[in-house]
Structure formats: structure tokens, C-alpha cells
């Protein structure tokens, strides 16, 4: 069991190295190996087979590549094999009996093609639904404690302030004992879109859990971020309006001149927040500036 671990382990960090390599690098190591099985072949001749090696190339060019250059690359295995035998000399029988194995070499090599294309896709989209909330198609809340750790790094490297907001959706239980649950996810996909829609592509909207979402602002002082999330909630109240749904919102703000070695910290504060607005009647932002020094 420990050794299946350790080899698991071993491919999965060269799995992880190559996928850290560029494409021009990935294309030169694909072609490169390519080029090399085909000397082997040329210099063994029919004595030794490195037609399975060849899979190698085609797979780190379906994987990290694309599927069409897979099938590529299967195509010029293929023709690599065929060139380095028939320049070692070797004969057979017949003619066709050299085309049938160049064909049967080029079916199982697009096969294999396919089927790790397929896979890719199947492990991206895994992938992303790990990091991403199925119903509003916006960050989960792991995804945005890690772009935050990001930006928090960054922001205290550059000495640049980030702003977060962190906001609840008022009555949002009524509207789902009153109309159905159903009527409860279109008032949350609805709110994620609103805001999808009015922000920038370096901010970052997520859904916490249940009616409560996060929204990083980098590069947003306290007068952004005071002239950018009023009118960010107005734009949210008209929509819900708009349905004839009583939501509302409670927003704390927390902007960072130096942000906190701790993102749990930083969203602990914010949410704090967020909660003193319930507590006062809800429907308002506050907001508050955090400045410690690391």
C-alpha cells in the first residue's frame, strides 16, 4: 500500500511539473521524444518494438495540449514508425501487411487520443466544480479564501488596499417559506448575476453558504469603495424590486491598508460587520478600515 502511495505521489508531481511547462516547451519535449523512439526503431529494426512508447508523446500531447493536437502527433508517430522502419530496412511478405500495421497503429493511437481528451475534459470541469457554486456559477467560499490569501500577499507587498464586503440577504427566508425554495434560488441567482454584472474582472464574488455572499475589492480605498457599494445596492434592491420580492441587504465593509495574515481574521471582521447592521434594522453598510501593521 505504501509503495502504490509513493508511486502515486511520483506521477503525480511529474504530472504537475509538466503541466507547469509552456506549450512551446511541451510541443519540444513531445516532438523530441517522438524523434527519439524513432531512431530506436531505426537502429533495432524489427528485433525490438517501441511502438507502445510511442503513446507517450500522443498522451502529453492530448493532455496538456489539445485533443486535435493529439491526433496530430498520433499521425506523426505513425509516420515516424513507418519512416525508421522502412529506412532500417525492414521487409515483409507483402506491401499491405506494412500499411495494415501503420493503420491499426494510427486507429489505437487516436483512440487513445480521444479517450485522454475526454478525460481532461471530465477532470476540468471536476475541477472547477470544486472551486464553484453550482446554483449562482460564482466562487465557493474555498476558492475565494484563496484568491483573498492572494490578493492579501499582494496588497501587502505593493502596499496596495483591498476592500471586503460581506453581505446577507434580508427576508431572504420569507421569500423562501412564502413562495417555495424554487422562488428562493432565483433570488440568489439573480443576486449573483446583478453583481457579475457590475463589477470589475479583477473582483471576485462568492456565495458563503446559504443566503450569504463575499466580494473582494482590490485596488479599493474607503472613498471607492464608499462611492462604488451604495450604488452597487441600489442597482441589487431595484432588481429585487423589479420581481416583487421584499429583499433587502446588509453589507459590512472592511477595507485594508495592510490586510490581516489571517483571511479567516480579515472575514471574521467583516462579518462582525455585517452583523452589527442586523442588529441595528438591517438595510444599511458599514463599513471600517483595518490598518494594523503585519
Given at each position: 500500500?505504501?509503495?502504490?502511495?509513493?508511486?502515486?505521489?511520483?506521477?503525480?508531481?511529474?504530472v504537475a511539473r509538466l503541466g507547469n511547462l509552456s506549450k512551446p516547451a511541451m510541443w519540444t519535449m513531445a516532438f523530441s521524444c517522438m524523434v527519439c523512439l524513432g531512431f530506436l526503431d531505426y537502429i533495432t529494426g524489427y528485433e525490438a518494438s517501441f511502438a507502445l512508447f510511442y503513446l507517450f508523446p500522443v498522451a502529453i500531447a492530448a493532455w496538456f495540449l489539445s485533443q486535435r493536437t493529439g491526433m496530430l502527433f498520433s499521425l506523426l508517430s505513425v509516420v515516424t514508425w513507418y519512416?525508421?522502419?522502412?529506412?532500417?530496412?525492414?521487409?515483409?511478405?507483402?506491401?499491405?501487411?506494412?500499411?495494415?500495421?501503420?493503420?491499426?497503429?494510427?486507429?489505437?493511437?487516436?483512440?487513445?487520443?480521444?479517450?485522454?481528451?475526454?478525460?481532461?475534459?471530465?477532470?476540468?470541469?471536476?475541477?472547477?466544480?470544486?472551486?464553484?457554486?453550482?446554483?449562482?456559477?460564482?466562487?465557493?467560499?474555498?476558492?475565494?479564501?484563496?484568491?483573498?490569501?492572494?490578493?492579501?500577499?499582494?496588497?501587502?507587498?505593493?502596499?496596495?488596499?483591498?476592500?471586503?464586503?460581506?453581505?446577507?440577504?434580508?427576508?431572504?427566508?420569507?421569500?423562501?417559506?412564502?413562495?417555495?425554495?424554487?422562488?428562493?434560488?432565483?433570488?440568489?441567482?439573480?443576486?449573483?448575476?446583478?453583481?457579475?454584472?457590475?463589477?470589475?474582472?479583477?473582483?471576485?464574488?462568492?456565495?458563503?453558504?446559504?443566503?450569504?455572499?463575499?466580494?473582494?475589492?482590490?485596488?479599493?480605498?474607503?472613498?471607492?469603495?464608499?462611492?462604488?457599494?451604495?450604488?452597487?445596492?441600489?442597482?441589487?434592491?431595484?432588481?429585487?424590486?423589479?420581481?416583487?420580492?421584499?429583499?433587502?441587504?446588509?453589507?459590512?465593509?472592511?477595507?485594508?491598508?495592510?490586510?490581516?495574515?489571517?483571511?479567516?481574521?480579515?472575514?471574521?471582521?467583516?462579518?462582525?460587520?455585517?452583523?452589527?447592521?442586523?442588529?441595528?434594522?438591517?438595510?444599511?453598510?458599514?463599513?471600517?478600515?483595518?490598518?494594523?501593521?503585519?
Amino acid at each position: 500500500m505504501d509503495l502504490s502511495n509513493q508511486m502515486g505521489n511520483l506521477i503525480a508531481r511529474f504530472v504537475a511539473r509538466l503541466g507547469n511547462l509552456s506549450k512551446p516547451a511541451m510541443w519540444t519535449m513531445a516532438f523530441s521524444c517522438m524523434v527519439c523512439l524513432g531512431f530506436l526503431d531505426y537502429i533495432t529494426g524489427y528485433e525490438a518494438s517501441f511502438a507502445l512508447f510511442y503513446l507517450f508523446p500522443v498522451a502529453i500531447a492530448a493532455w496538456f495540449l489539445s485533443q486535435r493536437t493529439g491526433m496530430l502527433f498520433s499521425l506523426l508517430s505513425v509516420v515516424t514508425w513507418y519512416v525508421s522502419n522502412h529506412l532500417s530496412g525492414v521487409t515483409f511478405s507483402s506491401p499491405f501487411i506494412q500499411y495494415w500495421n501503420a493503420g491499426m497503429r494510427l486507429g489505437f493511437f487516436l483512440v487513445v487520443t480521444i479517450l485522454f481528451g475526454e478525460l481532461r475534459k471530465a477532470f476540468e470541469k471536476e475541477k472547477a466544480m470544486l472551486r464553484y457554486d453550482f446554483l449562482t456559477e460564482v466562487c465557493n467560499a474555498r476558492a475565494f479564501y484563496e484568491i483573498v490569501a492572494t490578493e492579501c500577499l499582494r496588497a501587502n507587498r505593493y502596499l496596495h488596499p483591498l476592500t471586503v464586503a460581506y453581505i446577507d440577504l434580508d427576508k431572504f427566508k420569507k421569500v423562501n417559506d412564502r413562495f417555495g425554495h424554487q422562488k428562493g434560488d432565483q433570488v440568489l441567482k439573480l443576486f449573483a448575476a446583478t453583481i457579475r454584472q457590475n463589477i470589475r474582472r479583477l473582483d471576485t464574488v462568492a456565495r458563503l453558504g446559504g443566503d450569504e455572499f463575499a466580494l473582494l475589492l482590490p485596488e479599493t480605498n474607503l472613498e471607492d469603495a464608499q462611492r462604488f457599494l451604495p450604488r452597487l445596492r441600489d442597482q441589487l434592491l431595484s432588481e429585487m424590486q423589479r420581481q416583487n420580492w421584499p429583499i433587502t441587504f446588509s453589507m459590512g465593509v472592511l477595507t485594508c491598508t495592510a490586510a490581516p495574515s489571517s483571511v479567516e481574521d480579515l472575514m471574521r471582521q467583516a462579518d462582525d460587520l455585517m452583523y452589527e447592521v442586523k442588529k441595528a434594522g438591517k438595510n444599511a453598510i458599514k463599513y471600517s478600515v483595518y490598518s494594523e501593521a503585519l
